[in-house]
């Protein structure tokens, strides 16, 4: 698009030209329909709008420096679709139609796909939803999928710059045994309150410990938590964490650049000993954490300045990149093109 400045782009949402819409009625899924229209007519006794049957994902689309589009591991986002839909009782969307849906929803919006060395991409965002009417609690016969995109760039203000964290004791993202593992609405509205009581202290983000103990790391509002220690890449396991894509990724690219990956518990006494720490996520994407503070001793764990990213965080973040603009080889095969 012509005059459009997508390098001042900030994470938002702008209206796009199409959206894909998916119906499912009396027991199975239509066919893909192109719309353009924003707003959606539904029951006011949607099960989305009472008991939260909703689901979403976030993807993102990449112009390539050959001028390529590609798209990062759509396959793993229809997968975790279905985790979430079936963990709720939803009716899951058949794998191979999302990856469709979200390949034909970014060509239709090509025009909005910013271009190669802007910094910018195309945050995509598919959403499944209860539309069939109850009052008891009870799941839908009905259900909407939904995909649209827009221009996005990056989550955090200032770019790849080392943020501030601060640890919530206060609130709890997700319950030892609930929801948190997989990407429902219900998680997000449960983190809005301690966003943002960490955003006007003036912390960028939550950093949550498991809800039973407060003894082990879970993740970010949205993102996982990982930290460099040596040569050794260490991540949380929980049950309370969304299994990130980027994350996965990220552990990849970390063992082909020869590094231990270890994923299990992650003690929060064992913030002292690591070199360096980040968050990951398709939105975040590899974002260096400065200092880490715990409001209930005013203890900071200090990782580097504010504006000097941790060695091997920068280079795990441009072999990322590297990948997703097609500068550097897709070994892995993560990269679908349109
Ligand atoms: N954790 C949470 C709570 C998130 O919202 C996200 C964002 O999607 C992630 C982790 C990162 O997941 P992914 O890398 O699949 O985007
Ligand atoms: C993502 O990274 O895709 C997310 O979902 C994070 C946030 C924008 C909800």
């Known amino acids: 698009m012509e005059n459009f400045d997508w390098k001042n782009l900030s994470f938002g949402y702008v209206k796009t030209d199409y959206n894909i819409r998916c119906y499912y009625r009396d027991g199975k899924w239509g066919e893909l329909e192109i719309h353009t229209e924003e707003d959606i007519t539904m029951s006011m006794a ?7 049957q909703e689901a979403f994902e976030g993807l993102k689309a990449f112009r390539g420096k050959d001028g390529d589009i590609r ?110 593992h997989i990407k429902v609405g219900g998680n997000y509205a449960a983190s809005l309150k301690s966003q943002s009581w960490a955003k006007k202290q003036g912390y960028s983000i939550v950093l949550y410990l498991d809800s039973a103990e407060k003894k082990y790391i879970d993740e970010c509002g949205t993102s996982n938590f990982f930290a460099i220690k040596g040569n050794t890449y260490i991540t949380p396991a929980s049950h309370s964490i969304l299994h990130s894509i980027t994350n996965l990724s990220v552990m990849d690219i970390a063992r082909g650049m020869g590094m231990e990956v270890e994923c299990h518990k992650v003690a929060f006494s064992e913030l002292d000993s690591f070199d360096e720490c980040g968050a990951c996520g398709t939105a975040a994407v590899v974002t260096p954490i400065s200092k880490i503070v715990d409001p209930i001793n005013g203890k900071e764990y200090i990782f580097s300045d504010s504006e000097t990213p941790g060695r091997v965080t920068e280079k795990l973040y441009n072999r990322l990149r590297a990948i997703q603009l097609g500068e550097e080889e897709d070994k892995f095969n993560w990269i679908v093109t349109v």
Request: with cysteine.
């Open 71 to 180: 798209i990062f591991r759509p396959q793993e986002n229809a997968k975790r679709m279905v985790s979430s839909a079936e963990y709720i009782e939803m009716a899951p969307l058949p794998e191979e139609k999302f990856v469709e849906a979200i390949k034909k929803v970014v060509k239709l919006n090509e025009r909005f796909l910013p271009p190669y060395g802007t910094g910018a991409s195309m945050y995509i965002r598919p959403v499944l939803i209860g539309t069939g009417a109850r009052v008891g609690v009870h799941p839908a016969d009905e259900y909407l999928f939904c995909v649209f995109v827009t221009p996005v760039g990056p989550y955090y203000k200032n770019g790849f710059k080392p943020i501030d964290v601060i640890v919530d004791r206060g609130h709890d993202r997700a319950a030892p045994h609930g929801t948190g």
């Open 46 to 52: 949607a099960t989305c709008l009472h008991y939260g």
